[in-house]
């Protein structure tokens, strides 16, 4: 499936570029303060997160953002983030980012599984497959 390998960002690169990745109830992490925060919130309200790691110049990254949008606000129960490698590099290597769009699912800030890759059948499949894992609220 479609993925994209890292390459250096330029000097001066405008930074609005992932404002069209962001949408629905896709919240854009800007900051590791960001990203704890919502991890914070996460943890507190028992929702699983999906973390999409991407980047503005990534072709896959862009055919997949519409797509995760719409499973954002399909699925409320689950907390979509979306982190553009070249904003916050230093944060995606830690993560052992090597190809974008990468996703990686979380449940009480602890990773549970991962796809590598715009493989829209197979987000889709672990994201049901998760949401069959909660527990019914009733």
């Not at 993925?3 to 992932?18: R, T, V, W």
């Not at 996460?42 to 997160?49: G, L």
């Not at 953002?65 to 290597?93: G, R």
Request: proline content about 5%; charged content about 25%; aromatic content about 8%.
């Amino acid at each position: 499936m479609g993925q994209c390998f890292p390459k250096n960002a330029k000097d001066g690169e405008d930074s609005d570029h992932h404002v069209e990745f962001a949408g629905g109830n896709v919240h854009l992490i800007t900051s590791i303060e960001s990203w704890d925060q919502k991890l914070s919130e996460a943890i507190k309200d028992s929702k699983i997160v999906i973390a999409n790691f991407s980047a503005a110049w990534c072709g896959p990254c862009r055919m997949i953002a519409p797509l995760y949008t719409e499973l954002s606000e399909k699925h409320p129960s689950i907390m979509f983030l979306l982190i553009d490698v070249d904003e916050l590099t230093e944060f995606s290597t830690s993560w052992d980012i090597k190809a974008t769009p990468t996703f990686f699912f979380l449940r009480n800030g602890q990773q549970i599984d991962k796809l590598v890759g715009a493989n829209k059948p197979e987000l889709q499949k672990k994201i049901a497959a998760i949401l069959e894992s909660i527990p019914s609220q009733s």
